[in-house]
T-cell receptor
Framework: NAGVTQTPKFQVLKTGQSMTLQCAQD?????MYWYRQDPGMGLRLIYY???????DKGEVPNGYNVSRLNKREFSLRLESAAPSQTSVYFC?????????????FGDGTRLSIL | TQLLEQSPQFLSIQEGENLTVYCNSS?????LQWYRQEPGEGPVLLVT?????EVKKLKRLTFQFGDARKDSSLHITAAQPGDTGLYLC???????????????FGKGTKLTVNP
């Protein structure tokens, strides 16, 4: 059972470079989320998608864009990377947008920007 | 914005000891979830508490939701090295647009259980 798969697992970028973080889930979930996790800051929501074709900003969306390519895939793009975006990025999915269903997380992408 | 404050931030104990970690807010939550995150992995759900005063047990872990639904606690009995990890509480963010379906996370308690 793959669950939520994130690629790449590690990445080093130079300031100003762009890249796309990929996320795919095989659980037929409707909702997908992107978080960043920084020491002492917990998990902060960047963007989310309640269903295929919709995306909305979370707590810290500046400097990021997202695409809900289809029901399975939700990508996060950094157009011009900055050192402040050095973080661990987690993608998550949930079966429905409402209710107490758990979020299922991938294992993260560790991104360093020099 | 609803905030969840977790304490302590760090906890290092010996195998066999008991411990309690806390998740507190000044706001009411309709439910709270507890996740455990091991190094190099994403968080994994342990439990969801929904009713004020609710107590749920998961082997040696006991979760309680406060009567007023503003706080929760996690008690571990006879901790083992396998319990090591970051414990996160999370709840639906009811006070922002579309917030009921977005989770707000506490900053977590990092637990180390030494053999």
């Amino acid at each position: 059972n793959a669950g939520v798969t994130q690629t790449p697992k590690f990445q080093v970028l130079k300031t100003g470079q762009s890249m796309t973080l990929q996320c795919a889930q095989d659980m037929n979930h409707n909702s997908m989320y992107w978080y960043r996790q920084d020491p002492g800051m917990g998990l902060r929501l960047i963007y989310y998608s309640a269903s295929e074709g919709t995306t909305d900003k979370g707590e810290v969306p500046n400097g990021y864009n997202v695409s809900r390519l289809n029901k399975r895939e939700f990508s996060l793009r950094l157009e011009s990377a900055a050192p402040s975006q050095t973080s661990v990025y987690f993608c998550a999915s949930r079966v429905k947008f409402q209710g107490n269903q758990p979020q299922h997380f991938g294992d993260g992408t560790r991104l360093s920007i020099l | 914005t609803q905030l969840l404050e977790q304490s302590p931030q760090f906890l290092s104990i010996q195998e066999g000891e008991n411990l309690t970690v806390y998740c507190n807010s000044s706001s009411v939550f309709s439910s709270l979830q507890w996740y455990r995150q091991e190094p190099g992995e994403g968080p994994v759900l342990l439990v969801t508490v929904v009713t004020g005063g609710e107590v749920k047990k998961l082997k040696r872990l006991t979760f309680q939701f406060g009567d007023a639904r503003k706080d929760s606690s996690l008690h571990i009995t006879a901790a083992q090295p396998g319990d090591t990890g970051l414990y996160l509480c999370a709840g639906p963010n009811l006070y922002t647009q579309g917030g009921s379906e977005k989770l707000v996370f506490g900053k977590g308690t990092k637990l180390t259980v030494n053999p």
